[in-house]
């Protein structure tokens, strides 16, 4: 039974978060930064899977998450709330907690669709030209969702509150804290049982010669469209999930910047690693979140002490010069990232015989 | 057919632009294969270092007095000045950035991880440190306008797209037929057995930056003489657009980089004139996808060979 003692101690963590959310012992900034933890982690393994396992330079991974975001929100209000555009609901909205993670998953799997895009052309394509090409999707993506006004376009799109609350309707716990575990859960034993199988090493055999790895009869034609097919898709549950969870979504929210981000939380883990990319996410998040209270409070001890000068405020805008200067200084000093390409239990083998992942 | 002609002008000033900046992406790959991420950050800063320059001339701190030069005289000063500090902008992120992980022997995606963070900050600094109100430039020149029948022409544009092709012939003479310039290519063709032939790599290497970013803060000028109006966000996705010009061209090559900045100019002009301004970069970038999906290394690369 100790094999199992790390995956009883996940669930029970999950919980005990949810129970304390439920009665009301944690606020809902709490379970918001948890929120876009379990979210950050999503994206820092699926893009993990292409940049660090395959080792190709995928800039755009936002731009599949968009479309999961927009795919599976449309799908929610249009089947279960009454929308200005969209008209009253299909289906009877207190089924929204069974139908849910469906529209989830659909989000995901068009994402997954959009992944083709990059993939076809994978086969021909390397490194920088690739990287070119997932940069101009995501441009495409966020384009071609301002051009389509019935999801609001350039506005954004919002409803999901509505199906929100009808689950709240039929069953009073936090359900967004609930479906954001779950998905989080599920996208990282996805992805964990495809690394790990003798199937998915033929992604690392991809990484380290390419053409050895065909010669010793992988598919690599097949293991790319499969390795971009399922980071992205997983991407698109990310987005759903994002979007079902804020209750509001515009596509500039999934530009370069949040690709950007998805890119740091992959390099600040190390290439290649699970755990170090969902510690990572976990550290990144927690990083934003304590420079949201760090730089006020900075700008007022700099006040104070007469520093700097009345006209002159350090606002949240510093925020995305630190977080890129911790990277720049992480290149210079420890490339590889916390982990390298090592997982956790490389580094604490004893931690082997708590935990058993298949 | 004089909408024809005004819209080839205009794409032709457009490409200007795109081309300007993908110089200096196709100059640093070319010798150093790292795509200089920070790039199209350096033409914003560009633009506002020639804001600033142009400004003092002006008058505007003191130190000159108001009126004291005139708008010819001002232009013709900040021009070198300009491209003067913003390559400095661009040998300093290399002296602290990129040389130490070269130095290091670090994978060279490190390098490009390093140098997108680097452009992250140049655009967020600007933000932080001047504040979010917009800078408007002063105007230097009066505008002339001239006519032909119907096709009406600024001495701007004109002067933009001349710089351009300009710029084109200088670069084409360095990089083929000087001394330095074959050092450049020699360093790309192979960077272990060129220090052995007693060439300084760090210097040449310096020297392509201070070209790439000389051209990015010339841009810089152009662009706000052009367009007015100067925000830490510009240089984003003209940047990234200028980037995909180069790639479409063939990165490392400067006739594809040419090519690829006029390229562009063509599509979006071509876009807007036929479908609604909204769908321009939707249907820009889908053109260069279906180039780099018929050919993968850009219209004037070479397909390198996997030896096993």
Request: glycine residues 10%.
């Amino acid at each position: 039974m100790q094999k199992y003692t790390f995956n009883a101690l996940l669930a029970v963590g999950a919980l005990v978060l949810v129970l304390m959310a439920h009665t009301g012992h944690m606020d809902l900034y709490i379970q918001s930064v948890l929120m876009l933890m379990g979210m950050n982690i999503i994206l820092a393994t699926s893009l993990n899977l292409v940049n660090g396992y395959m080792g190709e330079f995928s800039c755009g991974h936002a731009g599949f998450m968009c479309v999961g975001a927009y795919v599976s929100s449309v799908i929610t209000v249009i089947l279960f709330t009454k929308d200005r555009v969209f008209g009253p609901p299909l289906l009877d909205p207190s089924l929204a907690i069974w139908f849910f993670p469906v529209a989830v998953l659909v989000g995901g799997v068009a994402a997954a669709l959009v992944g083709l895009v990059v993939a076809l052309p994978s086969f021909k394509t390397r490194g920088d030209y690739l990287a070119i090409i997932t940069l101009a999707v995501n441009y495409m993506v966020i384009s071609a969702i301002e051009n389509i006004d019935v999801i609001g376009g350039p506005r954004g799109f919002s409803g999901m509150k509505r199906v929100i609350n009808s689950m709240h309707d039929v069953a009073d716990i936090p359900w967004m804290l609930v479906w954001v575990l779950l998905g989080t859960a599920f996208s990282v034993w996805i992805l964990r049982r495809f690394v790990a199988s003798t199937y998915g090493k033929g992604i690392i055999a991809i990484c380290q010669d390419e053409v050895a790895a065909e010669i010793m009869s992988v598919n690599t034609n097949k293991m790319k469209l499969i390795a971009f097919m399922l980071s992205s898709g997983v991407a698109g549950i990310a987005g759903g999930l994002f979007a079902h969870a804020y209750g509001y979504v515009n596509p500039q929210s999934f530009n370069i910047l949040k690709s950007t981000e998805c890119m740091v939380m992959v390099y600040l883990g190390g290439m290649g690693s699970m755990s170090g990319a969902v510690l990572a996410a976990v550290l990144f998040t927690m990083l934003i979140e304590a420079l949201r209270f760090g730089i006020p409070a900075l700008d007022g001890v700099m006040h104070t002490i007469g520093l700097l000068p009345d006209s002159y405020e350090i606002s949240q805008v510093w925020k995305w010069v630190i977080i890129p200067l911790v990277l720049i200084l992480l290149m210079q000093f420890r490339p590889e990232g916390i982990l390298g390409n090592k997982e956790l239990s490389d580094v604490f083998p004893r931690l082997r015989r708590f935990y058993s992942f298949k | 057919m004089e909408i024809l002609i005004q819209n080839i002008i205009n794409a032709l000033q457009f490409g200007s632009f795109y081309a300007l900046i993908a110089v200096g992406y196709t100059l640093v790959y070319g010798v150093l294969l790292l795509i200089n991420f920070a790039h199209g950050d350096i033409f914003m800063v560009g633009a506002y270092i020639a804001f600033f320059v142009a400004t003092f001339f002006l008058g505007e701190y003191g130190i000159i007095s108001p009126g004291a030069l005139s708008g010819m005289t001002v232009l013709m000063l900040s021009i070198p000045l300009t491209m003067l500090l913003t390559s400095c902008v661009g040998v300093t992120l290399e002296r602290i950035a990129y040389r130490p992980l070269r130095n290091k022997g670090a994978h060279r995606l490190y390098v490009v991880i390093t140098a997108l963070m680097c452009g992250l900050i140049l655009e967020n600094g600007n933000l932080a440190l001047l504040g979010a109100s917009r800078k408007k430039f002063p105007e230097l020149i009066d505008k002339a306008v001239w006519t032909l029948g119907d096709i009406s022409v600024t001495n701007l544009k004109v002067a933009v797209i001349f710089t351009a092709i300009a710029v084109f012939m200088l670069l084409h003479f360095i990089v083929t037929k000087t001394k330095i310039g074959m050092a450049m290519r020699g360093i790309s063709y192979d960077k272990f057995a060129i220090p052995l032939m007693g060439i300084p790599v760090n210097t040449i290497i310096v020297f392509t930056f201070i070209l790439g970013s000389g051209f990015a803060g010339l841009a810089g000028f152009m662009f706000a003489m052009s367009y007015p109006i100067l925000e830490p966000y510009m240089g984003a996705l003209i940047g990234w657009k200028a980037f995909i010009a180069a790639v479409v061209g063939g990165i490392g090559d400067i006739r594809g980089a040419f090519l690829g900045g006029f390229l562009l100019g063509f599509i979006e002009i071509g876009v807007v004139a036929v479908f609604p301004s909204t769908l321009r970069d939707l249907l820009a970038f889908s053109v260069l996808l279906l180039i780099l999906w018929w050919k993968p290394t850009g219209l004037f690369g070479v397909a390198k060979t996997t030896k096993i």
